[in-house]
Structure formats: structure tokens, C-alpha cells
């Protein structure tokens, strides 16, 4: 039987390196900087939960609760679901919550599209005037024509109160053309290569080789267009300030907690028959956490993504 020998010095085994994979120039850690480091991170962990925890605890507590705490509650101290009973069950909320969605959802897709195959043909560099291009989308970037004549121009196309006024107007963003141009221009050209060989043409080279060896990539540009959407509200307040039956969740929650004023449609001051027996704040916080939840469970699996989708496509080309 063969047996594993353990390094040894002077007759005493040595312990293993742990630190051995660290680059030269990064010094080992101590325990003053690892005490400082975790210190730092549950400073920062402690300023995002908190916050979220009384949002949350908030929406769920019962009118005498948030009496007793003066406000925003900080411990559990009742129960209730009343706050999203309401709201749930009344129009205007549950229709914000479906424009919404809507918009995200056709909103993401077509920018994705658009940034897909603007990015590809940029990549390339045989395609007809890709430099000039290239060179002009950087320069929207820093020179915009403006709000007014953003306005003036949808508007004059016939989209004022029309949905797709939400979406159209910010359905590129250049920076992520330029990230993901970035990664394809990094993808190996002998599997173009090859593919071309094969007979493939720039479509079915893009869909079966470029799109699957850089879902990373994709998948956080797309992260970032559907929390663009979702948290949109300034295009609302452009194209269809008046139009309540057409508000995203976003403008409602501006209109309900910041501006101070009612949902329009519906009874009681803004939430339902029951509405004198909910707290106010209660509801306030409810439409906070509702706006927050795709994000919450939607960011998890999207994390695993982040360092080989941005750092890797920034870095590239």
C-alpha cells in the first residue's frame, strides 16, 4: 500500500499553506484586517436589512401597533394581512401591478433583442460602417437632444397616453450594447470560424454559437433593462400623467406615499370599505414591499451571473 509523505522540517511536519493560491502582491491577512473587514460588511449588511425589516414588519402590523411605536414599527407587536387583502382586492393596485409587469416584460424583451443583435453586428468586423456607427452611439452617451424634443417627438407620433410611450423612448441603453459587443467580440473565432465552414450564415451563427457561450452576459443585461423598467415611472408622468387606468405600480406608489394623495377609484380615502380599520402607514408600506418583491426573488439567481457576465464582458475588447 502506498502511503502519502507529509512535508517536513528539521523532523516536525509542516502545516499546509492555505494562502499558497494568493497572488505575490496581495499580503496574507491578519486578524486586525479580517476584523475590520467583517465589521465593515455587517455595518453595510445591518443598513440594508434594517430598513427592509421595518418595511416589512411595518406592512403587516395592525393599526394599535403602529400607534403604540409612534410609526414605523421596529419589533413585532400584531399581526394582520389587512393592508394586502386590501389593496389586492381593489382595482387600482392590482391593475398597476399588471401594467407593470407588462411593460417589464415586453419592455425587456425587445430592448434585449435590439441590444442583441446591435452589439453582434457592431462585433463583427466586416459589417458595413460598423466604426461610424459604434462611434455615434458613444456619443449619445454624453450629447442627448433633450427632454423637450423627446417629448415633442413621441408625442407628435401619436403617443401620448399610449403604452408603448413607456417603453420605446428608453428601450436602448448603449452602455449595454457597448458591454455586450464587448464579450462577443471576445468569442473564439475559430468556432465562427468553423461554423461558417459548415454553411452556417450570421443568423444561425448567432443563435447556436454566440448566444450559448454567453448566457452570463445576457442574462445580466437583461437584469438590468427588466429593473429599469419595472422601476420606471418618469415616462408616466410624461405621457400619461392623467390616465390612472394605465399607471405602473411605481407612479402609484409616488402618488400614494410621496405625493400624499389618494388612489384615484377607489372609496374611503384611497383602499376599500375597510379602510378606517388599516392604518395608513400600514398600506403605505405594503405597496413599498410589493414594489420590491420581483426584484428580491428575481436578484438571487441572477447573482451567480455578475462577475462572469459584467466584469468579463467589461474587460474584453
Known amino acids: ?18 494562502h499558497r493560491s494568493r497572488p505575490v502582491w496581495e499580503e496574507p491577512p491578519t486578524v ?27 406592512s403587516f402590523s395592525t393599526p394599535g401597533a403602529i400607534n403604540r411605536a409612534g410609526g414605523l414599527v421596529v419589533w413585532p407587536d400584531g399581526f394582520t394581512l389587512d393592508a394586502y387583502r386590501e389593496m389586492l382586492t381593489d382595482g387600482p393596485v392590482t391593475r398597476a401591478i399588471m401594467v407593470s409587469l407588462a411593460v417589464t416584460v415586453v419592455g425587456t424583451l425587445l430592448s434585449l433583442a435590439v441590444s442583441v443583435l446591435a452589439a453582434y453586428g457592431l462585433s463583427r468586423s466586416r459589417s458595413v460602417g460598423h466604426r461610424t456607427i459604434l462611434m455615434t452611439l458613444v456619443v449619445t452617451m454624453f ?11 413621441v408625442t407628435g407620433l401619436g403617443g401620448y397616453g399610449k403604452y408603448w ?5 428608453s428601450a436602448v441603453s448603449v452602455f449595454n450594447i457597448l458591454v455586450l459587443r464587448a464579450f462577443y467580440s471576445g468569442t473564439a473565432a475559430d468556432l465562427i470560424d468553423a461554423a461558417r465552414m459548415d454553411g452556417a450564415g450570421e443568423w444561425r451563427i448567432l443563435w447556436s454559437v454566440v ?5 452570463a452576459v445576457t442574462a445580466v443585461v437583461a437584469l438590468f ?3 429599469g423598467y419595472w422601476n420606471s415611472f418618469f415616462n408616466v408622468m410624461l405621457y400619461m400623467p392623467t390616465d390612472s387606468t394605465k399607471w405602473p405600480l411605481q407612479y402609484v406608489l409616488l402618488q400614494y406615499v410621496n405625493a400624499g394623495m389618494n388612489i384615484p377609484g377607489t372609496s374611503n380615502g384611497g383602499f376599500g370599505s375597510v ?7 400600514s398600506l403605505q408600506m405594503a405597496v413599498v414591499v410589493l414594489t420590491l418583491v420581483p426584484i428580491l426573488l428575481v436578484y438571487p439567481f441572477m447573482q451567480k451571473h455578475f462577475k462572469t457576465g459584467m466584469l468579463t464582458g467589461a474587460i474584453k475588447g
Not at 427632454?147 to 415633442?152: D, V
Open 1 to 18: 500500500m502506498s502511503q502519502t509523505l507529509t512535508p517536513t522540517h528539521n523532523g516536525l511536519p509542516l502545516r499546509p499553506d492555505r
Open 32 to 58: 486586525a484586517g479580517q476584523t475590520i473587514k467583517g465589521g465593515v460588511l455587517f455595518l453595510v449588511l445591518a443598513a440594508v436589512l434594517v430598513p427592509l425589516w421595518i418595511i416589512v414588519l411595518t
Open 143 to 153: 450629447v442627448s437632444g433633450g427632454l423637450i424634443p423627446t417629448y415633442l417627438v
Open 165 to 169: 410611450a413607456l417603453i420605446l423612448p
Open 211 to 215: 448566444l450559448p457561450t454567453s448566457r
Open 225 to 227: 433593462y427588466a429593473v
Open 275 to 281: 379602510h378606517s380599520q388599516i392604518a395608513p402607514l
